[in-house]
């Protein structure tokens, strides 16, 4: 069962490329999230996918784009990438959105923007 | 004020010491708690969750919830290496969650 599989696991962009992370679930879940992660400032929220057909924005949207390809994929795009963007990106999956049921996570992709 | 704090760390103990991490939160409208387990280069894993205020037990975890404090704690017994991490608390209700920034905790051989 391999949960939430996100590609690629590391990239290294100039600035002004443009990039898509790919996300796909295997576990039938209906929401899925696009978070960053960089040191001291713990997990924000980017983008989410209540449900298939359904995207809204999360605390730092700026300067990213997604798409709910289908219920197990959600992808994350770069349009032209900046320094700021340099990040861990993690997406997430979970059964409904904001509940006790607990988020998985993939693995992560290191993303630096030079 | 943050909605939910949690102190960094670094948090470095002994093997085989009793661990205590904590959180504060301010929305009362919380009602979900939940401790992620993040090892290095990986993605954040659901360790344990808990309904409203009390305790809940897994092995040698425990999860506490006051909620007339607005605190919540993860003690882990008899700590071992494999333990060394970083401890995410995160809290839910009204169709929002949100994530401590994250304890980083080193178990000494």
């Known amino acids: 069962n391999a949960g939430v599989t996100q590609t690629p696991k590391f990239q290294v962009l100039k600035t002004g490329q443009s990039m898509t992370l790919q996300c796909a679930q295997d576990?039938?879940?209906?929401?899925m999230y696009w978070y960053r992660q960089d040191p001291g400032m713990g997990l924000r929220l980017i983008y989410y996918s209540a449900s298939e057909g359904t995207t809204d924005k999360g605390e730092v949207p700026n300067g990213y784009n997604v798409s709910r390809l289908n219920k197990r994929e959600f992808s994350l795009r770069l349009e032209s990438a900046a320094p700021s963007q340099t990040s861990v990106y993690f997406c997430?999956?979970?059964?409904?959105?904001?509940?006790?049921?607990?988020?998985?996570f993939g693995s992560g992709t290191r993303l630096t923007v030079v | 004020q943050k909605e939910v704090e949690q102190d960094p760390g670094p948090l470095s103990v002994p093997e085989g010491a009793i661990v205590s991490l904590n959180c504060t939160y301010s929305?009362?409208?919380?009602?979900?708690f939940m401790w992620y387990r993040q090892y290095s280069r990986k993605g954040p894993e659901l360790l344990m969750y808990t309904y409203s205020s009390g305790n809940k037990e897994d092995g040698r975890f425990t999860a506490q919830v006051d909620k007339s404090s607005k605190y919540i704690s993860l003690f882990i017994r008899d700590s071992q290496p494999s333990d060394s991490a970083t401890y995410l608390c995160a809290m839910s209700g009204r169709g929002k969650i949100i994530f401590g920034k994250g304890t980083r905790l080193h178990i000494l051989p």
């Open positions: 929305n009362s409208a919380f009602q979900y």
């Open positions: 997430a999956s979970s059964t409904i959105t904001g509940t006790n049921y607990g988020y998985t």
């Open positions: 576990m039938n879940h209906n929401s």
